[in-house]
């Protein structure tokens, strides 16, 4: 008998263990968290994915869903039995419970997201206040090239870096300045774009200088936008202090940094795990938008289906929302899923896998 070989396709292997029922969906997307985890809380985040956390939270609200959903259905199927208002309490009382426990998965969205994306922050400010520095110390390597030479980093440099388990996407720029140079000007340009989208902004002030044009460039950049503020050379003579920055951003938050030294180094790892916000890693997560937006839309089908009760509007009107609420979370599992959605899906993956 003679057999052909072929390149497997992209996620093939996981991709035949859910279409074969060993795995949901959730946890074939934890595979690829798996082989993408930045760092070992990451990693354990996605393993507990991989082994059905999610799965079995989402199964539980189902299971409750349904037998509320078949409570009601009795009574259409059988209308000499009437139901009466303890049961329709008890289905009040249910949708309520569950409705918590998906809210409970969509406030998770944005730490999962972090998790496995890392949260995006911007170094910025003038040439030569340290940012090449501070990248270099996140990333515990020569990763940036260090000069007096102002406009040494013309262009974004990225590098994703492990603060207490959480990783953080660092985005180096150019230093924000007046500059002739077209190449620079496009670095420059970079940087302001970088600012504007990122999920954190550490703003760097060289405190050896006293503020300028090119300083006030940067604070203009910082306007309602959640930023560390760093007032960095510490070790050298004072010429700007952290009430100079107050001043400007009377909000925001100033730390005083050497990277020579180290002083302020600490202070600055705790003040960004304090932004992030304390993460229980054995939680459920939201792993992406399409999860999340399954997840709301669910949750809407729950609180029409309260409403109806509530209004004594038709317990007909309840079970098709209940059904709709069912479906979303079907859809999230893979039990009801277009054959795009999965193809989708499993092109993000390595070649095997």
Avoid at 85 to 90: F, M, N, P, S
Avoid at 172 to 197: M, P, Y
Wanted: aromatic letters at 4%.
């Amino acid at each position: 008998m003679l057999f052909r070989s072929r390149p497997a396709e992209r996620g093939e292997f996981t991709k035949r263990a859910f279409l074969n029922g060993r795995i949901d969906l959730t946890q074939a997307q934890a595979v690829l968290d798996v082989i993408q985890a930045k760092t070992a809380a990451a990693l354990t985040v996605a393993q507990n994915q991989l082994a059905g956390k999610t799965s079995a939270t989402i199964g539980e609200i189902r299971r409750a869903i349904l037998n509320s959903a078949a409570h009601i259905e009795a009574t259409i199927d059988f209308p000499e039995d009437d139901l009466d208002d303890v049961i329709l309490a008890e289905v009040d009382e249910n949708i309520s419970a569950q409705l918590a426990k998906l809210d409970d998965l969509l406030k998770n969205q944005t730490v999962g997201k972090i998790l496995r994306e890392g949260l995006e922050t911007a170094i910025i400010g003038k040439p030569n206040v340290g940012k090449s520095s501070l990248l270099n110390f996140f990333a515990r390597t020569e990763r940036a090239i260090v000069t007096d030479i102002p406009g040494t980093t013309r262009d974004s440099i990225e590098e994703f870096v492990n603060v207490g388990g959480i990783p953080l996407k660092i985005i180096d720029t150019a230093g924000i300045r007046n500059s002739g140079d077209a190449v620079e000007q496009i670095g420059i340009a970079r940087a302001r774009n970088c600012a504007r989208r990122a999920e954190l902004i550490l703003a760097l002030f060289d405190g050896s200088r006293p503020l300028d044009d090119e300083d006030e460039e940067i604070f203009k950049l910082l306007s309602d936008r959640d930023a560390l503020i760093l007032l960095t050379k510490i070790d050298l003579p004072h010429v700007m202090t952290a009430d100079d920055i107050a001043k400007k951003i009377p909000a925001a938050q100033v730390i005083e940094l050497s990277l020579k030294s180290g002083a302020g180094t600490e202070k600055l790892l705790t003040a960004i795990g304090e932004r992030v916000g304390t993460i229980d890693f054995e939680m459920s997560f939201v792993r992406d938008e399409r999860e999340a937006e399954l997840l709301r839309r669910a949750a809407n089908h729950l609180r029409e289906a309260q409403q109806t009760i509530r209004l004594n509007i038709g317990v007909d009107f309840v079970s098709i929302d209940l059904r709709a609420a069912l479906e979303c979370l079907s859809e999230l599992t893979g039990e009801s899923v277009g054959e795009d959605v999965i193809n989708e899906i499993f092109s993000k993956f390595c070649i095997g896998k």
